[in-house]
């Protein structure tokens, strides 16, 4: 199970940080759906090592990173733009341990949390 908080409505330039809970120890991943368009990938990091991957679009912005005390995975979002408006989503890959990069490697999906950015 994924619970996915900290979406909101933030003003152009703002910051937010999202927050996914599992129950368990997992290679896990950020998406996001903007209205009219495909799910995609954000970032992503896998189970133990640290090891993570941002996707081009948002690398220089967004910052993934996972507490393993309380088996949180947290996405820092910086320097938002209107451009980023969609609803988020957590997802899990359990069946492997490093970075999963293709939504297909993702077996659960937490509920998404809507992210507006006015301009």
């Known amino acids: 199970q994924l619970q996915a908080s900290g979406g909101g409505l933030v003003q152009a330039g703002g910051s937010l940080r999202l927050a996914c809970t599992a129950n368990?120890?997992?290679?896990m991943g950020w998406f996001r759906q903007a209205p009219g368009k495909e799910r995609e990938i954000l970032a992503a990091i896998s189970s133990s090592d640290g090891n993570t991957y941002h996707a081009d679009s948002v690398k220089d912005r967004f910052t993934i990173s996972r507490d393993n005390t309380h088996n949180t995975v947290y996405l820092q979002m910086n320097s938002l733009k209107p451009a980023d408006t969609a609803v988020y989503s957590c997802?899990?890959?359990?069946?492997?341990?490093?970075?999963?990069?293709?939504?297909?490697?993702?077996?659960?999906w937490g509920q998404g949390t809507q992210v507006t950015v006015s301009s």
């Open positions: 997802a899990a890959a359990t069946r492997r341990a490093g970075v999963a990069t293709t939504r297909a490697a993702y077996n659960y």
């Open positions: 368990g120890r997992w290679a």
